[in-house]
């Protein structure tokens, strides 16, 4: 076995594990407002969510190719500095692996994509590489920014549609109907969550076998590739993530049903609409609690502990560089042994 095939392959294993933190890091995405109205019960909720993970992967290979166009290795990167070009790609997925323990460790729903895409953004620049910027502004920040505003406003107004529907319901059929669609709007948040989530570690592989020389810009994804990145999150999932659960289905509010529908059906829609239209790596988890504050806020503003958001909102703002930074000192610390061996 050649040094570059077994650090390619050592690149696979660790997106993989990344791969997996992202699946238990972010289970609470799809299914914690299901749990905590107790539409479904946790297992249920995430052997369902696994499922849907598993099967989303499936769906599409766009967000892949963005996040794999995030570095550009030159001509000169690929023939001469192979193995420096994969250590890269190593460091970017360690410093979003650190960062995502240390936020699953306090229970702050932080983003796993912009984790990975700031690890990957911070190795480049301490190794020397070149960040494709467009990409990462027009795919990356302005979506990052737009998404939760617009999950806010969206599921504000669903959810003041549905009190208006149902403003002369019979509140324990109403509330039992709710729990019932809260099946299917669960289904489809953790259906969007394989599509993005499992997507982005999709394109970091993919980045590494054009970074050792193993496929070039423009193939298609292998179906190893997908299956792989499937398997994982999925599995990662149905590890669970309860501490980020209890953040997102009661620190904010307190839901009930049909603002958990709500919340789930705006989620859902964002999720899809940026995955098939603009192709951006946008974040399941800013978007998911975005929408829970917004469907908390139609109760009144009090009720949403905007304590808590302002902990998750310096989470979000730290986590490009917070990642960046652990990648880099990744980088440093590989680029030091490889020196020495």
């Known amino acids: 076995m050649t040094t570059t095939l077994a650090i390619v392959i050592a ?22 407002t299901s749990v905590s109205t107790r539409a479904l019960t946790p297992r249920v909720a995430l052997l369902m ?38 250590v890269i790609v190593m460091a970017g997925l360690l410093g979003a692996i650190t960062w995502n323990m240390v936020t699953w460790y306090f229970g702050l729903p932080s983003s796993s994509s912009h984790a990975l895409i700031g690890g990957l953004g911070g190795a480049a620049i301490a190794g020397g590489v070149t960040v494709n910027w467009d990409t990462v502004v027009n795919k990356v920040l302005i979506p990052m920014v737009l998404s939760p505003l617009f999950a806010f406003g969206a599921g504000f107004a669903l959810m003041t549609a549905i009190m208006w529907a149902f403003r002369r319901a019979n509140p324990t059929k109403a509330n039992r109907g709710f729990r019932v669609a809260q099946t299917i709007s669960a289904s489809a948040m953790a259906l969007g969550h394989g599509l993005q989530d499992a997507q982005k570690t999709m394109g970091v592989i993919f980045l590494a076998l054009v970074a050792g020389g193993y496929a070039a810009d423009g193939d298609d994804l292998p179906i190893w590739v997908i299956g792989a990145a499937a398997g994982a999150i999925s599995l990662g999932t149905y590890a669970g ?17 049909a603002r958990g529908f709500a919340a789930e059906s705006v989620a859902a829609s964002v999720l899809y609409t940026t995955a098939y ?24 503003l009090s009720a949403v502990r905007w304590g808590v958001a302002r902990s998750i909102l310096a989470a979000w703002i730290l ?15 590989a680029h030091f042994f490889i020196e020495v061996l």
Not at 11 to 32: E, P
Not at 52 to 57: C, D, L
Not at 241 to 257: E, V, Y
Request: hydrophobic fraction near 50%.
């Open 49 to 86: 969510a696994a499922v849907m993970n598993f099967v989303g992967a499936f769906l599409g290979q766009k967000v892949a190719k963005t996040v794999s166009e995030v570095i550009e290795f030159s001509p000169g990167d690929l023939e001469d500095r192979t193995i420096h070009s994969l």
């Open 319 to 333: 986590t490009f560089p917070m990642a960046a930074a652990a990648a880099g000192a990744c980088y440093y610390v």
């Open 11 to 32: 690149v696979v294993v660790v997106a993989l594990v990344f791969d997996y933190t992202n699946g238990f890091h972010d289970a609470a995405n799809a299914i914690a």
């Open 241 to 257: 993530g309860w501490r980020i659960m209890r953040t997102l289905g009661r620190r904010i509010i307190d839901l009930d049903p």
């Open 277 to 300: 239209a603009i192709e951006a790596p946008i974040s399941t988890t800013h978007t998911i609690t975005s929408a829970v504050m917004g469907v908390g806020a139609t109760k009144r």
